[in-house]
């Protein structure tokens, strides 16, 4: 078994018209073991920029502090938050600066940028970016991600559609995973609001 499927994980980001939406499966496991089922994965680093790590849960949570420390000292100097391009680059940069002792996770990263543009993107552990305009996965239950992704997707969804699509498309995806599970946490993010969700697995 990999590294990065030690804890297992599923994430997925979707973009719609002005608004994004990131979700993660609750599910934190030691191989086949369940240790928790109320795990999060996605993380805040201002109003309308999110992170979602997947991999080892330890580095993710070590990588996570380190971002929010980088993104202060960022925010002081400059007095204004940092765009979602500017935080993919610093990620990237901090993932490549460890490549010979890597952090083992893979980031999707999900915001609004100028005018309200959505961006997402999504990296290896060594920092290679791979952007996208539609929708990114990673984690354990990739591979079913694309195909549920794929089927669902359609551009320019309001807000609302945007979670039932992403929703169905994790809960449909980790029902094929092991690894993975235990409902999900969404994230909509609007210009305006961000709405935020638990969803319900089957098995709880």
Request: aromatic letters at 10%; hydrophobic letters at 40%; one cysteine or more.
């Amino acid at each position: 078994m990999s590294i990065f499927e030690y804890n297992g994980s599923a994430l997925v980001a979707m973009v719609g018209k002005n608004c994004f939406a990131i979700a993660s499966d609750r599910r934190l496991g030691v191989q086949l073991q369940t240790i928790a089922t109320d795990f999060p994965r996605i993380y805040k680093i201002h109003e309308k920029l999110y992170i979602g790590l997947a991999g080892l849960a330890t580095d993710a949570q070590t990588l996570y502090q380190r971002l929010v420390f980088r993104h202060k000292l960022y925010h002081l100097r400059e007095e204004r938050d940092m765009k979602p391009e500017t935080f993919s680059s610093l990620v990237s940069a901090i993932l490549y600066e460890k490549r010979f002792g890597p952090y083992f996770v893979q980031p999707v990263i999900a915001g609004l940028g100028d005018d309200d543009k959505p961006f997402i993107c999504t990296m290896d552990s060594l920092g290679a970016k791979e952007l996208a305009k539609d929708f990114v996965v990673a984690g354990t239950a990739s591979e079913s991600l694309y195909g549920a992704c794929e089927s669902m997707y359609k551009p320019d969804m309001e807000a609302e559609e945007l979670f039932e699509t992403i929703s169905q498309a994790l809960l449909a995806s980790v029902d094929r995973d092991c690894l993975s599970g235990w409902g999900g946490h969404v994230f909509v993010v609007t210009p305006t609001e961000v709405i935020e969700r638990t969803l319900k697995g089957r098995m709880d």
